[in-house]
């Protein structure tokens, strides 16, 4: 029993000088940082550790400390391999590679997990904006030289507000500019659609111009009568943010997101301008019956179209005007017609 013991015991003893041993190659230097009340402590067991900490940005991480120091969510963030972790009063910064730290910050509600907030990230390639996709929906007229509406005079060009529908794909970018200022711009396609009051107008050209006539032949049944055209544009809108912006914690690239499109946003404005070129355009006409004939031409319409853009937003809906600066028609080929629109940007 005397011989067990002595053998237990040595074998204590032997596993705490290696523990002694162990414990004593792992030399730790520590730097305590007196502010005020608090203290700032750094536990440093590697001298290229120092390094390391040179590529950190300590300011970032205080600030994010701040915002979070009443808060008594833990807030965490990822970069790679690197993790920061910041709760009540701690921050830990765990790092296994050679990048540069990045200190981001969500809200609780903003992303739930790593792989949303990739995803989200991936919208922000282009330095200081934003890219997305909207459409333009809405109704299209056009004013004469005199400023009337074409039905004010009878004329058999006289459009239809319902059923002239105007329609936009637009890829736009929204690039920070100040504090409230911000623009909007980028490409797009739109269409003309100029659904003529009287169903049994038609479009013909004598020599060089273009006439819009009714059809005097009473046999014939007509359904709707209509003149269509596409164009390619360019727009750049700038605009200005009233109200409280709810901003993320965190800037993409130098980009602070403001909310547009959800239902706490503030109000916007901005006035702008576009120009387009014609990809194509046509005439259409349909019969009670089902029987449809469409005559593909210029129809003399001008190739190019520029004017100035309205747009207006408060909360989750956004508004827009445009109107042409030049006319619909080549100059003394048709009608002196200057078309414009408006209606929801979705």
Known sequence: MIRTFKYQLILILAICLMVTESFSQQKTDTL????????????????????QMEKYDLNEILQSLKMKLNSDS???SDNGSEETVIGDTTVVVENNSNDNYSNDSYSD??????????RSEERYRRRGSRNMINFDLGTNNYLNGDGKFADQDNEAYAVRPWGSWYFGINSIY???LAKRFYIEWGPGISWYNFKFQNSRTRITEIGDQTIFLEDPDTEVD????????SFINFTAVPMIYFGNQKRRNRSFNNWDEISFGQPDAGFRIGVGGYAGYRLGSHAKVKYKGGKKDKDRDNFNLNNLRYGVRLQMGF???DLFFNYDLNELFAEDKGPKLNAFSFGIIL
Do not use: C, M, P
């Open 32 to 51: 305590i940082v007196n502010v005020g009340k608090s203290k700032i402590i750094f536990l440093i067991e590697d001298k290229a550790d120092l390094e």
């Open 74 to 76: 833990t807030l965490v």
């Open 109 to 118: 509600d903003d992303y739930k997990t790593v792989d949303n907030r990739w």
């Open 174 to 176: 929204q690039t920070s």
């Open 222 to 229: 007509y359904k709707k009568s209509k003149l269509t055209a």
């Open 315 to 317: 909360r989750g809906t």
